[in-house]
């Protein structure tokens, strides 16, 4: 897909509206991407579905990666331990897409079991109805504003969040072991 | 009450109803896997439908996690099992973009080849499935027949019927066997009339079209928004394929081949008159459409196939072999869409720096033309629903993952 012509353009438009929210970005990597900070979500997202020059009308996923780390991580890697959203959006009338990448510590406030929180995007994308619930379900993330956010893969009754790298899975459920 | 001064009207509007609470499934017929369907009734309407799903989540992203994205392919074979090269080529070129690897053209060819004989299997299970939940058994049993031919085709390239392990990171497991273009082609003689024939038993079928005609109407808006792709977009008369509209390193196979993209644009289908009239019931984006589209793609990809087979038998040397097994990922991310004949299947893996993905995501079309569901059935009979359920044509493997 082509990328959005003018692209210094189209970030500074970005910055000018929404100043400090606008963390970081790269619109000229092969998957372009804006990191913005979470509570101004909502407010970027309805703008570069609606704006002419962007018209992200699709999302087409959302993924939680936990960034985990400790003393028994073997991955060789220097990260900060955090949690990150990443919302894959595509223009189908301008034929390009766009990353919207959201950084969440990975528990809220530091506290072990509070989840992150970040404001939902259901209103804006049907498509987040079901992959938030997915997202809280895996990766236990808390989204604020979701109209029906239960689990949707694991049982309504499952402890814990599988895609956490520290998870622990539980030795049986409801009497069934799990080997 | 003084019963002689009610009207025949006012007796039908005072008498109440109660709503009910009606399971449909998880194995329930028309469902097409383990699906529960809890709806709300109010005598024949349904007021509302709530899909309940997981039955069949068997931690794929996390096994991702833990394999090399060689040992990783036999499970995207799992996602959509009836259309598991598809799986594989979404995979396969997932990790080429991530390792910037481009495999030779005779390699696409055959990639194009075996992906398009099986959007044919899988879009013939998808066909038929919904004439046989409406009922229609005969072309069930037609497509079951045809479907078996290629199945018996890809036996004989790679030895497995269904969970091919065929098209992986870096080429293909195997050449062809001798004579086996030539089979490809016998097929697709013999396949061509049995498309007119389905479409005499169902397309212009009278009882086929008051089953789908106006059913489900699904608006191209609410399908966007919903993030709805493959034939149930196409079928709103939105013209969007990834196979041309999709990124470089999937549209680049695709760039020297003939193909229509099965969607109305300007009231009309491509090859209009060759092809049965759309019935004065249909509306755009209904059951009818999307059965027609798929339909219509059955007949392009037959066409692809044929030109595949020609390309790929005109180059010389052999198609290029599997990346090594443990191959080092760069600290990098790669997300990539390809059209499934479901609609967008997206991977996205995270590398580490090690040869195992630090995270692995499976974006599944059926998983989000699935959700439409709930706008679909508001307000249809609950005779509907299969026709509706049907017409999406899901496969609960790769909304479960």
Known sequence: ?179 | MQPESVSATQIEYDVQTEQMLLSMGPQHPSTHGVLRLALRTDGEVVLAAMPHIGYLHRCAEKIGEKLTVRQFVPYTDRLDYLAAMNMNLGWALTVEKLLGIEVSEKTMHLRVLVCELDRIASHLVGTCALGLDLGSFTPFMWCFREREKILNLFEALCGARMLYNYVVPGGVMAEPPRGWLEQCRQFLDQFQPVIEDLHVVLTTNDVFIRRTAGIGVLSPQTAISYGCTGPVLRATGVCWDLRRHGEPIYTRMYDDYQFHIAAQTDGRYPQHGRQPPVPGSAVLGDSWHRFYVRLLEIGESAAVVRQAIDKYSRLKGAPSGPIPMRTKLPQAAAYLETEAPKGQLGFLIIGDGSAVPWRVRIRSPSFCNLSAVEEMCRGCLLADVPAIVGSLDIVLGEIDR
């Open chain 1, 1 to 179: 897909m082509p990328m959005p012509a003018n692209e210094p353009a189209l970030l500074d438009m970005l910055k000018e509206q929404f100043a400090a929210a606008i963390q970081e970005a790269d619109l000229s990597a092969t998957d372009p991407w804006i990191q913005v900070a979470a509570e101004h979500l909502p407010a970027v997202a309805a703008f570069v579905r609606d704006h002419p020059q962007w018209r992200m009308e699709m999302l087409n996923c959302i993924t939680g990666v936990d960034y985990w780390r400790d003393e028994t991580t073997t991955a060789n890697v220097d990260w900060q331990p955090h949690i990150e959203l990443l919302y894959h959006l595509s223009s189908l009338a301008r034929r390009s897409r766009l990353m919207l990448k959201v950084v969440l510590p990975r528990w809220k406030e530091g506290q072990v079991g509070q989840l992150p929180e970040v404001p939902t995007v259901s209103h804006i994308w049907r498509t987040a109805e079901w992959h938030e619930r997915e997202v809280f379900d895996l990766v236990g993330v808390q989204f604020v504003g979701h109209p029906d956010l239960r689990r949707i893969l694991c049982a309504e009754d499952w402890v814990g969040h599988p895609l956490r790298k520290d998870y622990q899975p539980p030795a049986e459920y409801r009497g069934i072991p799990i080997a």
